[in-house]
């Protein structure tokens, strides 16, 4: 059902970051789930996690963590989200940790553990230690076979990679994701992995992972129902002679435009790959008086059930547009002073259907796997872009079928 | 569709009320559509309205006409919502309210109009004007035509009545109400009309209507779309010598346990036949520090896509639950003090699944049409309830096949 998810190519290895792969059985023994990632001395690791109050036992073990010693390894495992297990998933995602710290060598908190499947469920630990001894003996240069190690109602895997030369140096960035449901990410997404091979200060990190994750990982929703488990981890190993120590050095905003390439195309994977999505909605919303203001509507138009069965359908229809803009809590809205376009068709002007506008050229424009929206409020110069998908049929099939 | 949607019976007339039908053929010629209801003088009355930016035309001259003179009619059509119509809007709906009062012999500034159906397309006034002149000749004291005329993709009309004695006087209280998607009335519902016979001061009245709309109207989502054309308007004719000039009265208590009954049973009606609905589901949500914060949980609940697909397939899924509680945005929430319980089920206790808790219980309470779902927070002594529906195939299919 995925919207034109393009198949993982040419995925560039990251000098001191080793990936392996195995099945340790967590739902079933058909397929790897479980992935460990190990990364050479003087790695330094940047995080954003879900806003949850509800956080799995992995984001909470994690969080502390990286208060600590600097991350030698990620243990991640798909089928089970390690959440809602209260102070015993603690234990049990330590228990994995320290499981991978004794075959790498490596201090156990510098191990961090990643969960992703059904809340509320124990962790098999005893199958994930097996796992773990047979996966560090595949640690090599490929991320590939990770890529789908970690995936659960995903239906194809989404990684990609960016080549950028830093002061002549030919620097990597190369990153995974997972996600397809349970998708609107409150400052991070559900499992997305980025790596580079340049050297990153700690502080430069942090602000490196905060600028490409606003407008990335938190500028998509396929069903505005945040997950237990998000979290986007950004890992830079200094394993090539490139360091960048401010974000005033030369190299930092080539660094950082490849970094946001890299978070925005696996964001705009996780939407195409939405539970159920036929269609890949781009919702722009200019005029607005303040950034706040335009991502309000644009959220609304993006989670509003009636607009997604009228994607789902293509359906120009604008009437439930102004319903979501006008329930979007704008307060003293001149609605006469709002716009619609579908690409580049005019639906409406001056808040009423344009006398211009045929059902035909707005069925048109819908009935491609992708287009855009565009809703100028008339009031302001702030303009933002969420990406979104439609609500079907496979939708409700999917999430009445599977146990998250 | 519909889950245990009773049958309209035993309406009371209300002395003072006279309602009329005709078929004016707005969408099809197959049914009425369109209803003019007329008050004796003296008769008051209060509303309450849609609080989205893009309000219909009805609404805005509804909301301007109730600041004058006292109204002693209503028009009201199905299948077209004269919203996001402008200033033509206008200007249709003012001419339908002027031939009303002159078929009436009223004042034009008298009659409210409201509209229910398709957004952004002009109303057919001269059709119009001609279903006006056949449902005045039809005035009488029965409601029950009036249920079914102001229908969209209600399943069934939704109508009820109490009796209750004041001063030894017998007051009647009769409502109806039409509505079934685009549902989360934002301080009122999509057309909802409760009259009495009982006189009531302009005041009281006001104070009678916000009353029962909070504990009714204000407490129940379909879809968590707001619709351009809600109403809720509540009548008092005044032709039963009982007369209520304040809330301190002694009658006001019965008054307004009566209308309260009538708006909450017509509130529950509508969700019942709320789009593709399978399930009906009481969602308390206690333990909380306020009242605000009972409801944003409530409401995260009631409106999760992955919540409402869990319901439609009977699946008692704590990690959904924990999910929306989790994205409800309850600063420093301790989860280890969360329950949840599936009737009189304890499914989770201490943020954990409970240890008595098995699958087969839980899946035995969610497979009956009607059942509760309880949240204890832990915190505090506040506690709301809402009511909301499951989300099927159906919803899906309604939506992407209808135009609104």
């Not at 015993?88 to 156990?108: I, K, M, N, T």
């Not at 269609?279 to 005029?287: A, L, M, R």
Request: proline residues 4%.
């Amino acid at each position: 059902m995925a919207v034109n998810l393009p198949p993982v190519t040419d995925l560039l290895p990251v000098a001191g970051v080793r990936v392996g792969t195995s099945c340790a059985g967590v739902k079933q023994n058909v397929r790897d789930d479980l992935v460990v990632m190990s990364f050479g001395p003087g790695t330094h690791v940047a995080g954003v996690f879900t806003q949850s109050a509800f956080k799995a036992a992995p984001v909470t073990v994690c969080q502390r963590r990286l208060e600590g010693v600097e991350p030698r390894a990620f243990v991640i495992n798909s089928g089970n989200a390690n959440a809602a297990t209260g102070a015993r998933g603690v234990e049990d995602a330590e228990r994995c940790c320290a499981r991978v710290a004794l075959r790498l060598d490596v201090p156990a908190e510098s191990v961090l553990p990643f969960s992703t499947g059904v809340i509320g469920v124990r962790l098999p630990v005893e199958k994930l230690e097996h796992g773990i001894d047979a996966a560090v003996q595949r640690l090599g240069e490929d991320w590939a076979p990770a890529t789908r190690a970690i995936m659960t109602t995903d239906t194809g895997p989404k990684a990609v990679s960016r080549r950028v030369v830093i002061d002549g140096v030919d620097v990597h960035v190369t990153g995974m994701a997972k996600g397809a449901g349970m998708i609107k990410p409150d400052m991070a997404t559900m499992l997305a992995y980025v790596a580079t091979d340049a050297a990153v200060e700690p502080s430069c990190l942090e602000r490196l992972i905060r600028d490409a994750n606003a407008t990335s990982f938190s500028r998509i929703s396929i069903d505005g129902d945040t997950s237990t488990n998000d979290s986007f981890m950004l890992v830079a190993t200094g394993a090539k002679a490139v360091t960048i120590g401010s974000a005033r050095d030369r190299g930092y905003r080539a660094l950082k435009q490849a970094v946001t390439d890299v978070a925005t195309e696996l964001a705009q994977r996780i939407v195409r790959d939405g539970e159920g999505a036929t269609k890949f909605v781009t919702v722009t919303v200019g005029g607005a008086r303040s950034s706040r203001e335009a991502l309000a509507v644009a959220y609304t138009i993006a989670e509003s059930p009636l607009v997604k069965t009228a994607l789902f359908a293509s359906d120009p229809n604008w009437g439930r547009f102004c319903m979501a803009i006008g329930r979007a809590g704008i307060a003293q809205l001149d609605t006469t002073r709002v716009s619609l376009h579908l690409d580049q068709v005019c639906v409406a002007e001056g808040g009423m259907i344009s006398p211009r506008y045929t059902e035909a050229l707005g069925a048109a424009v819908m009935a491609q796997p992708e287009f855009s929206v565009r809703v100028d409020l008339g009031r302001g110069r702030a303009e933002e872009t969420v990406w979104t998908c439609d609500f079907s049929y496979d939708y409700v099939k999917i999430n009445a079928e599977y146990r998250t």
